[in-house]
Structures are given as C-alpha cells and as structure tokens.
C-alpha cells in the first residue's frame, strides 16, 4: 500500500505513526466520489452516519456527534513554541519537548482496532505558489469525507508533493481504542483527555480525542490559520479568519472586500449575502479563511485556501441566507441537526413552524417550545464550495483576488457603530485590535459573554499577538500605501433598550457594503471623528427601511462616553502584552482618549 509512495519522508512519517497508534488497517485516501461513497456506506452501517431522503436531499447524510463533542475546546487547544512569550499571552503555552512526550504516551497503540487514513490535501488551488500541502493521518472516516468536501484532497496532492515537496504532517486520533470484538459507538471520542498541540517551527500538528469540526478536520484552523499565521509572519504574508467576497454595483464594476468576524459572528452570512438592494451583487470566494500576499503591484491578493463550507445551520433560512441552503441542497453532510420524519434535516430559524415529528440532534422525540433546541446552537453543514449557486468565477484563481477594503467586526449590543471608515493602515490595525464579541457556541464555554478577540483571531493566532499586531503594521509599509485596501469596522448587532437588534442585516447589509464601495470610488460623503470617518447623514443608502431617527443616530454616531469607556477597557487589555506592545498602536489608543476628551468640551 506505502510502497506506492515516492516521497520517502511521506512514507517514513506515515511508518513511524503507524509504529506509534499501531492501526489494524492502513488506507491511502485517493480522493474519489467512489472511496467517499464507500466510506459514508461503511458508516451508515455502523450508525455514524444517516442517509438522508434521495429526493429531498440526494447525497446527504446526518451524522450526530456524542453531545460531548460538539465544539472547538479552546482551552485544551496548545500553541507549543519553543518558549512561552512566543505563544504569548492569549495562547495556552506548553513546552515542545514535555508535549510530545506527553502525545507519544497518549497516541500510543490508540488506533488499535481501527483504519488509519492517510489524507493528503492542498490548502489552496492545487500548484497555486500560495498553496500549502498538508498530509493528515485519522482514524476518523467522518473527517475524511469533510476533508474531501473542505479541502483539494486525495491522489493529485500526492502527485504534486512529488519526491520531496513539502508538507505539514497532521496526526489525528478519536482516541478510542477498539479491542479485538468489541463493538464501535457511533461517535467515538475521549472528551477527558482532548488535546490540540501545534508545533510552530516543526511545523506539525497533533489531534486527539475529538471528531468535531477545527479540533478534527486539521485543514482549517490548525493549518490554514495558526500555523499559517506563523508561517505568514515568516514569510510575509498573512493568514486570517476572514471571508472573502466579490461586489458588483449596478454600473457592473467589480471589488473585493475581505472580512474578519469572530466564529458565528457572521461570515457565511455575508459571503453569500443576496443584496436587498436592487442591482447589487455579491459573489462569494470563500466564507472563513483568506491568505493574502503582496503582489508586485503593491496591492493585497487574498485566496481562501478552503474548498468547502463548515456552515453554521442554526438561522439559516429562505430569508437570511438563500444561498447558503442551495449549496447544501445535495452531497452535504449536517452535523447535530434535526431529522424530520420523512429523512430531511431542520433546524431553528429554518422555518417559522417547525414540521410535526422532529428527531432532535441527539436522536429523542422533539416537540416545538421544549427547553432545549432540536438542533444543537454549533450545527453545521458541510458542503463543495463548487455547490454554492454565487461562487465566484475567479474563486480558485492562483493569484488569488485584488482585496479593495478590509472589514473588522463582532457581536456587539453596543458602543460600535454600524460603520467606521480608519483614518489609515496604522488606525485599522488598531480597529483590529479592538474587535472584542460576545462569545458563541462555536466553541465550548460560555456563550454571550463579551471578550477581547483582536482580529478574530484569539483563537486561532499560532504566536505571539503582540507579535502580529507587529506584523499588521509591517505589511502595511511594505504595500503601496493608496493600493493598500482601507480598513473598516462594522456591527450588525446594535440592540435597542428592548434588547431587539436594531439594524436589520443579512440581504440589508449590501447597505454597507455599498457606502464603503461608494467611500473607495470617492462618492460616498463621511465626518471625521476621533474613531474614524463615519457616514454622513444621507450618505447611508437606507430606503425603504423603516428607522426612527433615534434609530438612525444610534447606529452610525460616535457615543462618546461608551466610547471613553472602550479606551479605557483596551488600555487595560493591551498592559497584557507589556513592552511587546507596538507603540503605534498605544499611540493610537492615547490620540482617541485625548480627542475625545477634548470634543467633550
Ligand atoms: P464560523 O463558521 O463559526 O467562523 O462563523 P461565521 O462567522 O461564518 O458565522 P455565520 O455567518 O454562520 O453566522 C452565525 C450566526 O450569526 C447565525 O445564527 C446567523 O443567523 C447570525 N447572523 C449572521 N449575520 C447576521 C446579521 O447580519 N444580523 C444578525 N442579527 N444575525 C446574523
Ligand atoms: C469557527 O469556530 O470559527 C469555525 C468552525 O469556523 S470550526 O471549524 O469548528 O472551528
Ligand atoms: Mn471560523
């Protein structure tokens, strides 16, 4: 089976984890539509997997994880630099040498009983110079049916890695031995002992003990974003949790605008947004990850190293996201959502009325106004990104797409305003590192509860934030300063003292996307304030909508005591990275508090 292998570092890794997690069965994925069947049939037999209706949803399935496995765990998550301030203060540190000895005890004869997958997989299009290869191995066959939808997988990887290419070796267990006899659990997991280790210089990356989304398909998170980010640092180039998506007004001329928003905070939702302003278009290159380099040109080019969506499906309907329900109309694989009676999928916000005789995510009876949801909060779809009915045309172009502006936003009930313009590079730096959210079920703990997530990257930045801040600030010198794309902030979620969210968003948030359109073509009219331009009065296209004018002010003017207060929150926040602080960014902070402080008089 390995003796197919040219890459003799390829295969001597693969020999040396099979020597470890001493798996009953070896299988090289190659990547086609017959091994994926396979593979869903073998787990339809084993109850991992339902087949969903032929007619209502061909080539779907339902998979229900063990409820306690249902999220990224951040803090079982690991950012193993050789020293502790180079994971720095927002990352769990361990030592390289104490983790390893600690993952060589755990993976241990863990696959026993079981297949080990060997999945080769490009994080980009295929050849493209910014494209990165990566090679997992699992004993999870519902990551290697998400890897094929998420990422380019299988024999044409291996076939570019040729002898010596490059990869990110990527091991991955569900940390459940099987002994000889013993019958399989749907879902097996080891929630107790769950570790997420990447080692930055190595470059490597160690999963154990859960199935779910960024903790198991090894592509996303731990590859296309922590260690890229690193390697971005390195190399100069950025890694980010960002969507990236194409705009077209009614003229027919064509931007591209990236945007960072905290897990479930968003991005899908504007990716494939469906304008509600006539003439308008969206097109979608990708929903949670860009890598952006400088070109010649001194302009941003960004790729989204993704192939596939890992969609959140609660609120997902006709009205909010269209699109999004159209590229899992088929092949899709849901994760923790409701079956109906007649084998198709539901989950809340899908309809207004919930159809009779839901199943609910843990497979029990379902009844409308139980306490808890039929579908988990962190569901998801898992769809080709070639399903997707907006998909951009140069959606997989190797030179990636020219970014004109670059959005910052997160979950706020207040304080931030709909829309705000930076003044410059250095001030939308600072923007980024002012993005805190109310955190979501994306990832287990708490949810609601306001946190600093500079970038949206708090979870997912392999080194020290102080450090990427650094870089934020380096790749804008080394741009051309007007080719540069402008950095703005957004906040759909302003609520009223009612606590009802004000702005309406989805299909209305073109509104935005067209005042920062119109702001980079030079038309659309604004006022400086200390915290950047804002729209002028009128300059918003809100026709049709029905605001107050109490309304209106709430959204899109400066609250300068709320605002004080801010400054105030993120002076304390930024003593956490001490002198590694860059100084254009304390300098920013002191030109805020010292403006409004002297507007108030
Ligand atoms: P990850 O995949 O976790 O990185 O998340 P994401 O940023 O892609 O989030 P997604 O677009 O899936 O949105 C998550 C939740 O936010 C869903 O429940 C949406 O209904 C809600 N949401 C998205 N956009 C808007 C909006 O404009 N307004 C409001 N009120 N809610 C929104
Ligand atoms: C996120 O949490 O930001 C996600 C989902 O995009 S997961 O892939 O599980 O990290
Ligand atoms: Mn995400």
Request: net charge neutral; proline share 7%.
């Amino acid at each position: 089976m390995l003796d197919e292998l040219r890459h003799q570092k390829l295969k001597a890794w693969i020999q040396e984890i099979i020597e470890l997690c001493r798996p009953t069965k070896i299988v090289l994925c190659e990547g086609s539509e017959q091994e994926a069947r396979l593979l869903c049939e073998e787990m339809v037999k084993k109850g991992t997997l339902i087949a969903l209706d032929e007619k209502k949803r061909p080539g779907s399935f339902l998979a229900r994880s063990n409820p306690k496995d249902v999220a990224r765990v951040e803090e079982r998550t690991f950012i193993c630099s050789k020293t502790q301030i180079e994971a720095g203060p927002t990352n769990n540190w361990r030592d390289p040498d104490e983790m390893l000895t600690h993952l060589q005890q755990l993976f241990q004869g863990c696959m026993h009983g079981r297949t080990m997958y060997v999945v080769a997989f490009s994080m980009g299009p295929i050849g493209s110079h910014f494209s990165r290869v990566g090679v997992q191995l699992t004993d999870s066959p519902y990551a290697v049916i998400n890897m094929r939808l998420m990422t380019r997988m299988g024999k044409d990887v291996l076939d570019i890695l040729e002898e010596d290419g490059e990869f990110v070796p990527c091991v991955h267990s569900v940390g459940v031995p099987l002994p000889v006899g013993q019958k399989d659990v749907p879902w097996p997991c080891s929630p107790e002992k769950t570790v997420i280790a990447h080692f930055p210089h190595t470059k490597s990356i160690w999963s154990f003990g859960s199935g779910y989304g960024g903790n198991a398909l090894l592509g996303k998170k731990c590859f296309a974003l922590r260690i890229a980010s690193y390697m971005g640092k390195e190399e100069k180039w950025l890694a980010e949790h960002m969507l990236i998506v194409g705009i077209t007004n009614p003229n027919g001329k064509k931007r591209y605008v990236a945007a960072a928003f905290p897990s479930a905070c968003g991005k899908t939702n504007l990716a494939m947004m469906q304008a509600a302003l006539p003439g308008w278009k969206v097109e979608c290159v990708g929903d949670d990850i860009a890598w952006m380099h400088l070109a010649e040109d001194g302009r941003l080019y960004a790729i989204n190293p993704e192939a596939g969506f890992f969609g959140v499906a609660p609120g997902t309907s006709q009205r909010s996201n269209p699109n999004a329900l159209a590229t899992c109309r088929k092949n899709a694989i849901f994760t923790n959502v409701a079956l109906t009676s007649d084998k198709d999928v539901w989950w809340e916000g899908l309809t207004s009325a919930p159809p009779e005789g839901v199943i609910d995510w843990q497979g029990m009876p379902w009844q409308p106004g139980a306490a808890q949801p039929a579908a988990h909060p962190n569901s998801r779809f898992t769809a080709s990104a070639s399903q997707c009915p907006i998909i951009d045309p140069h959606w997989e172009d190797p030179q990636g797409v020219p970014i004109s502006a670059i959005i910052f936003g997160g979950r706020r009930s207040n304080t931030i305003p709909l829309v705000a313009e930076a003044l410059d590079w250095e001030h939308g730096t600072f923007m980024g590192a002012c993005v805190s959210s109310e955190t979501t079920a994306a990832a287990a703990g708490d949810i609601g509860k306001l946190r600093h997530d500079p970038f949206a990257m708090l979870p997912f930045c392999g080194y020290n934030m102080a450090d990427y801040f650094q870089h934020w600030l380096d790749m804008g010198k080394l741009g051309i300063a007007d080719r540069l794309p402008r950095i703005y902030s957004v906040n759909w979620f302003n609520k009223d003292a009612q606590g009802q969210y004000i702005w309406p968003g989805f299909g209305d948030n073109i509104r935005v996307l067209k005042w920062i359109f119109e702001r980079l073509d030079g038309t659309a009219a604004a006022k400086k304030t200390p915290i950047g331009y804002l729209p002028q009065e009128g300059s918003l296209d809100l026709s049709g909508l029905q605001l107050s004018p109490e309304q209106r002010s709430s959204l899109i003017s400066l609250q300068a005591g709320l605002w004080q207060n801010e400054m105030k929150e993120m002076r304390s926040y930024f003593q956490k990275f001490a002198d590694r602080l860059p100084k254009p960014l304390l300098q920013q902070l002191e030109r805020i508090e010292q403006q409004l402080a002297s507007e108030k008089v």
